[in-house]
């Protein structure tokens, strides 16, 4: 299989399952759900279909509870599952403006009915 065909047939399975794109990358073997989130940018039949996953609150603040604690930020990332550059931003976010920095943003409040 190529890489092309590879690649048609994740993001084939992720918008035609319940999947997401962890268990895509799990049933498949490949790719990384990082590649996974970019390729269907890549590919105007699904331009803007992606969105962004809302991290809750909960994973923010634990985060910040590990760093503070003298645990690295790639650690805390590895065990909550989620990217370095998340944890890098929640941190520097949390030290220029408290807990009131790491509320998830409205993705709505800016649309007007």
Same mark, same amino acid.
């Given at each position: 299989?190529?890489? &092309?065909?590879?690649?048609?047939?994740?993001?084939?399975?992720?918008?035609?399952?319940?999947?997401?794109?962890?268990?895509?990358?799990?049933?498949?073997?490949?790719?990384?759900?990082?590649? &996974?989130?970019? @390729?269907?940018?890549?590919?105007?039949?699904?331009?803007?279909?992606?969105?962004?996953?809302?991290?809750?609150?909960?994973?923010?603040?634990?985060?910040?509870? &590990?760093? &503070?604690?003298?645990?690295?930020?790639?650690?805390?990332?590895e065990?909550?599952?989620?990217?370095?550059?998340?944890?890098?931003? @929640?941190?520097?976010?949390?030290?220029e403006?408290?807990?009131?920095?790491?509320?998830?943003?409205?993705?709505?409040?800016?649309?007007?009915?």
């Open positions: 299989m190529s890489g &092309l065909e590879e690649r048609e047939r994740a993001v084939g399975l992720y918008f035609t399952t319940p999947m997401t794109t962890a268990q895509v990358v799990e049933h498949l073997g490949y790719p990384t759900r990082q590649c &996974l989130e970019r @390729w269907p940018a890549m590919d105007s039949r699904y331009a803007g279909h992606m969105a962004k996953p809302i991290i809750p609150l909960e994973t923010r603040t634990k985060a910040i509870e &590990l760093v &503070l604690g003298g645990i690295q930020q790639k650690q805390a990332a065990r909550l599952g989620v990217s370095v550059g998340a944890v890098h931003n @929640w941190v520097k976010a949390y030290r403006g408290g807990m009131a920095a790491l509320q998830p943003r409205n993705r709505n409040a800016s649309q007007t009915n």
